[in-house]
């Protein structure tokens, strides 16, 4: 029993150190990446490296927003999010239909929304392009928007959960004299609130990493994204090393935030909607 016990404690303990040490190696990129956007240029490739800056400065920071268009990027990454948070209300709205609604073709509608997460989105980049030029809304913030309004994935979650939701809890509630959307704002998002988290979360980093579609419909430099501001970043500026850790800082910092705070959300709403 000692023995067992001893052997128990010692795989425990290497559990541990490994764990340690693959956290620090994962870490170490990251750790580098912001010392160094609080350093002068001339000091990113000093020999021997220093961790943390002799002379840190804000002045990287600073270039972004003066030097780069970095202001207008941030507008526009920022418009792209909220109003991917409208799509996510009309997600949510599909999948409470595809859950408590009975309709002609229900299934096969919603089979056919889940077919479409088996295609890259790659591959409809063109047809979405060509749709959208034909209709005048390439090179708009309406083009960039109006594709990521509705996600297969999303409304398959929300169906997933809303189909825990009792149909009794629904109907006393239509016996009462409450109407559709009071039902669903009222009574569906508060007990939906674990999945709408971890959503929410999958949708600020999906908007706020937006790169290729705003690329390809886009050719007005005032209409670009962070991201793709990051990647002319590297284009115009390939030897101001301080200068393009200060960008990618700016881009991963807030996410690393979010999702430190939320993680649990999402495990959560992951559980809870049947995927595991």
Excluded at 79 to 89: D, K, R, T
Excluded at 181 to 193: D, G, M, S, T
């Amino acid at each position: 029993m000692a023995t067992a016990t001893k052997r128990s404690k010692a795989e425990k303990s290497l559990v541990i150190l490994l764990l340690i040490v693959g956290g620090v190696l994962v870490s170490l990129p990251f750790l580098w990446m912001i010392s160094s956007s609080f350093k002068p240029e001339n000091e990113v490739l000093a020999i021997p490296p220093t961790i943390i800056p002799d002379n840190p400065t804000i002045e990287n920071y600073i270039n972004l927003f003066t030097s780069m268009n970095f202001t207008v990027y941030l507008r526009n990454t920022i418009i792209i999010v909220l109003f991917s948070f409208l799509g996510l209300l009309f997600n949510a709205m599909a999948g409470y239909g595809f859950a408590k609604y009975e309709f002609k073709g229900r299934e096969r509608i919603f089979y056919l929304v889940l077919a479409t997460m088996m295609i890259p989105g790659q591959v409809t980049m063109i047809p979405v392009y060509l749709i959208l030029n034909s209709m005048g809304l390439t090179n708009t913030m309406t083009g960039i928007i109006l594709p990521g309004l509705a996600v297969a994935f999303s409304i398959f979650l929300f169906r997933q959960f809303m189909m825990t939701i009792p149909d009794d809890l629904i109907e006393a509630a239509r016996l009462d004299g409450a109407g559709e959307f009071y039902i669903f704002f009222r009574l569906i998002i508060p007990i939906a609130k674990p999945i709408f988290a971890v959503q929410g979360i999958l949708t600020f980093i999906a908007g706020w990493n937006s790169f290729l579609w705003p690329l390809i419909i886009a050719n007005d430099e005032s209409l670009y994204t962070l991201s793709v501001g990051l990647s002319l970043l590297q284009g115009q500026y390939a030897n101001n090393f301080a200068l393009q850790m200060a960008g990618a800082a700016f881009m991963v910092v807030p996410i690393i935030i979010i999702f430190a705070f939320f993680q649990k959300y999402i495990v959560e709403g992951f559980t809870m909607s049947g995927i595991k």
